[in-house]
């Protein structure tokens, strides 16, 4: 990734002032893991990309959904770098690199500091599985699982990947509610949390499916930052957007038991009437997705930046 490139700033949602203060214990312990990891060797690290990437889950059951943004952008690039000793998907991430993320805005619930509670400022929050709370909190979101990877590249480097970056990611539960500002959830945290991107550029989160509520076709909210140690400094800020997920997939959730009020809110909005998504329909958004409601599903999403 290119260091003389200067961050750019969304309009809306920047991170609070005192955004700078938290992720001291959990960046000790990376720094920890990194150095046995170097011990260790990398070709464990590889192996398992290859295995939890959505491109590698060939043996979904129907029904799934595995159209997306690429297949638009895949003509942005004539020639794709090399990807190195990267995984199928990371080559095929390059190939279809071209066309930046969309910025978007970070919505009322984003616990970042910009609009009340800073869930960044808590040792807890670098994590993979964000279902459950930390800290002090302990309920769980339930659901139908859901892991989704981001695979992040630098438009202005070749679309090299974007190692060392950091992304914070959150959502709604199946309820529609996000922990830290709903009445019942100001003590909960969960469905939030940070990964720092490995050498191919990719972070992956363990989650579950979120509902879809009055207003809003079904998404993931996340911000990249530059480093970790960006994630918690003001201005730092790479990109802001959502992921949206595809009808197939969220039909096919919404018609199991606790994801009742999903299926009305459905009926009453499309990708191009919703108000973020609506003014291209999503399509750089768009996730690819394998899976089932029976089986958890997986969802990719390629993020130029």
Same mark, same amino acid.
């Given at each position: 990734m290119s260091?003389?490139?200067?961050?750019?700033?969304?309009?809306?949602?920047?991170?609070?002032?005192?955004?700078?203060?938290?992720?001291?214990?959990? %960046?000790?312990?990376?720094?920890?893991?990194?150095?046995?990891? &170097?011990?260790?060797?990398?070709?464990?690290?590889?192996?398992? %990309?290859?295995?939890?990437?959505?491109?590698?889950?060939?043996?979904?059951?129907?029904?799934?959904?595995?159209?997306?943004?690429?297949?638009?952008?895949?003509?942005?690039?004539?020639?794709?770098?090399?990807?190195?000793?990267?995984?199928p998907t990371l080559t095929r991430a390059i190939a279809e690199c071209g066309v930046e993320i969309p910025q978007e805005t970070a919505g009322p619930y984003p616990g970042d500091g910009s609009n009340g509670p800073n869930v960044l400022e808590a040792s807890g929050v670098v994590r993979k599985d964000i279902t459950s709370s930390f800290g002090t909190?302990?309920?769980?979101?339930?659901?139908?699982?859901?892991?989704?990877? &981001?695979?992040? %590249?630098?438009?202005?480097?070749?679309?090299?990947?974007?190692?060392?970056?950091?992304?914070?990611?959150?959502?709604?539960?199946?309820?529609?509610?996000?922990?830290?500002?709903?009445?019942? %959830?100001?003590?909960?945290?969960?469905?939030?949390?940070?990964?720092?991107a490995d050498a191919n550029g990719q972070v992956t989160f363990t989650s579950i499916f979120p509902a879809a509520y009055s207003g809003r076709w079904p998404h993931i909210h996340f911000e990249v930052f530059e480093s970790m140690n960006n994630a918690t400094a003001a201005g730092q800020v790479l990109a802001v957007s959502q992921i949206a997920l595809p009808q197939?997939?969220?039909?096919?959730?919404?018609?199991?038991?606790?994801?009742?009020?999903?299926?009305?809110?459905?009926?009453?909005?499309?990708?191009?009437?919703?108000?973020?998504?609506?003014n291209d329909g999503g399509i750089y958004q768009l996730a690819t997705m394998t899976g089932s409601a029976a089986a958890g599903y997986t969802a990719g999403l390629n993020v130029t930046i």
């Open positions: 260091t003389s490139r200067a961050p750019r700033q969304p309009d809306l949602d920047q991170p609070h002032p005192d955004h700078d203060r938290g992720l001291e214990f959990d %960046l000790n312990t990376l720094v920890s893991r990194r150095s046995l990891g &170097l011990f260790l060797g990398a070709g464990g690290a590889v192996a398992a %990309l290859a295995a939890c990437s959505p491109a590698g889950n060939t043996g979904s059951t129907s029904p799934s959904t595995t159209t997306t943004a690429a297949a638009t952008t895949s003509a942005a690039s004539a020639t794709a770098p090399d990807a190195g000793t990267g995984t909190a302990s309920a769980k979101a339930e659901g139908i699982p859901l892991t989704f990877t &981001l695979t992040l %590249l630098d438009n202005a480097n070749g679309c090299a990947p974007m190692a060392g970056a950091a992304v914070y990611a959150w959502h709604c539960d199946r309820d529609g509610k996000y922990s830290m500002y709903d009445s019942s %959830l100001k003590n909960e945290n969960y469905l939030r949390g940070v990964q720092e197939a997939a969220c039909d096919d959730v919404y018609a199991t038991p606790g994801y009742e009020r999903s299926v009305a809110n459905m009926t009453r909005t499309t990708l191009k009437s919703d108000n973020v998504f609506g």
